[in-house]
């Protein structure tokens, strides 16, 4: 089955650095990548999702790239603001698996002033 | 708000209490999902339903029922419990496959 690795686990970044976080994935025949955000004590959201026919894909402040031969896909925050601290997860799924997301561990973000 | 809730928001039970958790989505989605957030875990995923039927089971032990009578609605009954189920339940919802899911705000669940 799907194996979804994350790294760093937290990261600390001074407010309007940038940020980054990646994900590795084991599965080749996946294809959809979401990455949610989860505030303290709120549900996940999704904040930007990328599918297998892109290798990157921007909004505002963030943006998500794949390398499909590599099998990793990293978020990218730029101009930190203090609302972007928050657990970030990254997911892993494809046809095959339905709608079986795989989620990584997670990556617990602060941004300081 | 998401258009998932989720009832209650918070529940403490007894190793022998039988319980229930209630979602119910107002986005017209035709799948719904259980998931596990414990603090040292990523976000576990439990059940799908997929047009009110089970498409999948994550090896989830049997004092975990789900139920989806319909496409909107989504029980998880709780019986027999261990404290390590202690954890948060989100409910989620999507329209298909490999589409954004909509989380509820979760069941805190603490056993006793």
């Known amino acids: 089955g799907e194996n979804v690795e994350q790294h760093p686990s937290t990261l600390s970044v001074q407010e309007g650095d940038s940020a980054v976080i990646k994900c590795t994935y084991s599965d080749s025949a996946s294809n959809y990548f979401p990455w949610y955000k989860q505030e303290l004590g709120k549900r996940p959201q999704l904040i930007i999702d990328?599918?297998?026919?892109?290798g990157e894909k921007k909004d505002q402040r963030i943006a998500v790239t794949l390398n499909k031969t590599a099998k990793h896909f990293s978020l990218h925050i730029t101009e930190t603001q203090p609302e972007d601290s928050a657990v970030y997860f990254c997911?892993?799924?494809?046809?095959?698996?339905?709608?079986?997301?795989?989620f990584g561990p997670g990556t617990r973000l602060s941004v300081l002033p | 708000e998401t258009g998932v809730t989720q009832t209650p928001r918070h529940l403490v039970m007894g190793m022998t209490n039988k319980k229930s958790l209630k979602c119910e989505q107002h986005?017209?989605?035709?799948?719904m999902y259980w998931y596990k957030q414990s603090a040292k875990k990523p976000l576990e995923l439990m059940f799908v339903y997929n047009f009110k039927e089970q498409t999948e089971n994550n090896s989830v032990p049997s004092r975990f029922s789900p139920e989806c009578p319909n496409s909107s609605h989504l029980f998880l009954h709780l019986h027999t419990l261990q404290p390590e189920d202690s954890a948060l339940y989100l409910c989620?919802?999507?329209?298909?496959?490999?589409?954004?899911?909509?989380f509820g705000p979760g069941t805190r669940l603490t056993v006793t």
């Open positions: 986005l017209g989605h035709n799948a």
């Open positions: 989620a919802s999507s329209q298909g496959g490999l589409a954004e899911q909509y």
């Open positions: 990328i599918r297998s026919n892109v």
């Open positions: 997911a892993a799924s494809g046809d095959n698996y339905g709608q079986n997301f795989v």
